[in-house]
């Protein structure tokens, strides 16, 4: 059984992994799902950092649970990491209470593609809706972006980021428009490697992106949009690939994400027991969970959800 989350800040060797957004393109509102309502957003959190991948409607729940969860109350640098610039990727962005609480003494880098961040300011240039630059005034100690290249390896503070380019288009035949979107490899010195790949179609010729993202990590959120691989279509992914790529790498905890919005729980989970099958390490990710880095075993752990 999981264990509940504990009311204190996070010690300076703890790591935990949450999803807080797991529901592709669209969210389902009312809520009518157990798995997820609300479009991509998980993060990586320490004492003090935490780090964001994608800026969905998720990412509400997550500004909120920062601001009042005993667990965060020490991170003072978010760093929200954003895949490509499809709006579902960052719709949450305006709804995060860090742009909304005076002096909440936060420090805010958004990190994309010169195409991702140059989408997000035009998404919330005026008179479409206010300039983040606007919110952040007397709110957040800083609001700074960071453009990053699909491929570059970096350094932020203990932590270092690679990217690696992922294949994603919307539409499909003559209107099939590609965007220039980046998957993530982080590690947190000392402490574990996780992986993001979404939104992203895997065929043969991305197999070599996906290793090098993935080789020794200990968590990857894979795109997962369909049940299965010849469904695949419009820059998405399957289930049965995530669960090939857990069968192929034991050690890593693949969590399948960015679920259609025409799947129902039930197809979901159905989807996940005829594939997963021989595959324990491979889990749907569940809006609410919350896995903590176990350095004993040098694995995550279902700590809560
Ligand atoms: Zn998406
Ligand atoms: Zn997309």
Not at 82 to 98: N, R, S, V
Not at 219 to 245: C, R
């Amino acid at each position: 059984m999981p264990k509940k989350l504990t009311a204190r800040p996070l010690r300076d060797d703890e790591v935990h992994f949450d999803v807080w957004g797991c529901r592709g393109s669209r969210n389902l509102l009312p809520r009518r799902s157990s798995i997820g309502n609300h479009t991509s957003c998980y993060s990586v959190t320490t004492a003090t950092d935490a780090f964001v991948f994608d800026a969905g409607r998720g990412l509400a729940a997550f500004g909120h649970a920062l601001m009042t969860e005993p667990r965060f109350s020490t991170v003072r640098r978010v760093h929200v990491l954003i895949t490509h610039a499809h709006m579902d990727h960052w719709e949450g962005l305006k709804d995060a209470d860090w742009f909304w609480r005076r002096g909440n003494g936060l420090e805010v880098r958004l990190y994309g593609t010169a195409e991702a961040i140059g989408g997000i300011r035009a998404g919330y240039a005026h008179p479409l809706y206010v300039p983040l630059d606007l919110l952040a005034m007397g709110t957040v100690a800083r609001l700074e972006y960071v453009t990053i290249s699909a491929e570059e390896k970096r350094t932020i503070g203990s932590f270092s980021l690679r990217t690696s380019p992922l294949n994603h288009y919307s539409g499909s035949g003559d209107n099939r428009r590609f965007l220039d979107t980046a998957g993530f490899r982080l590690a947190v010195r000392k402490g574990p490697t996780v992986a993001y790949l979404s939104d992203h179609e895997p065929h043969a010729g991305t197999a070599e992106t996906e290793r090098k993202l993935i080789t020794g990590a200990h968590l990857a959120v894979y795109d997962s949009h369909f049940p299965d691989i010849k469904q695949q279509m419009h820059g998405h992914g399957s289930q049965e690939h995530a669960s090939n790529v857990a069968r192929a790498h034991p050690g890593v905890l693949v969590l399948a994400g960015h679920h259609a919005p025409s799947l129902s729980d039930q197809d979901i989970r159905a989807t996940w027991r005829r594939h997963g099958k021989g595959a324990p390490n491979f889990q749907l990710a569940i809006e609410g969970r919350t896995y903590a880095f176990d350095r004993a075993r040098g694995a995550f752990s279902l700590l809560a959800g």
